[in-house]
């Protein structure tokens, strides 16, 4: 069973490939470009960048903007929200990112099923357009942190078994929405079917309303979700999204370490 770590985050365009071989020095076989608030690359650097990542050995996938709601009340805000999915997905084929990851929407007024539907309509319209220009790079709804935004696991399960899209299980995400409870070994239950499980991680606090900001992790937040991941065997690629992502990269791979280690 192959797992892939690495942290979220590679740099701007002069720094990307010396963070990728620093990466690859401490044993990282994955990272996250993070176009959370830009998509900063050219299909140039792209393709060089994703060259390089592809010598060392390292997976990359990509977080798209934050500014998408595929759920507004405003056709126009839908729109912008695909173009910036889709140009993502344009310059991941580029980079070789085999997802970009992005959060959905948020529910608003709607009903949970109407929300649901209306996700999986304009996916499935993302993923013509996506097979129409021949991207490599998947799409990838994430579970998001808050009971306000559309994405508990359920939901993306049931959109990733209709469209046949990728999902990312954000299980930080997944706490912090369940106000800190999470049963790892019913969350693997529920990803069985899946080949490869795209996820991330990172420390988190949260309020009622669910996520508030990601923190730095530390070993006994690590043990639990590291412990169900090599009981559960199925391949699966962790993106540490904490505050200091590589230093915490560092700390899941020596948690995953010491348990093989143990057997
Ligand atoms: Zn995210």
Partial sequence: MKIELGPSGIGGYNNAVNNLKLFKSFGFNAAEVAFTYSIYLNKDQASLIGKKARELGISLSIHGQYYINL????QEKIEQSKIRIMKAME???YLGAEYVCFHPGYYGLLKRDEALSR????ILSMMDIRKDNNWTCAIAPEVTGRSSQF???????KISNITKCSLVVDFAHLYARN????????????????????SQFTGIEFTEKGEKRHISLNENFIMPFAKAILKSKIPIRII???PTPVDDSLKIQKVLKSLKSKG
């Fill in 71 to 74: 759920l507004s009340e405003d």
């Fill in 119 to 122: 996700i999986k309509d304009e």
């Fill in 240 to 242: 540490c999204e904490s």
């Fill in 151 to 157: 994405g508990d696991l359920d939901e993306l399960l």
């Fill in 179 to 198: 106000l800190g409870n999470i049963d790892y070994d019913l969350v693997f239950e529920k990803l069985l079917k899946i080949k490869k499980i795209y």
């Fill in 91 to 93: 310059i991941g084929t």
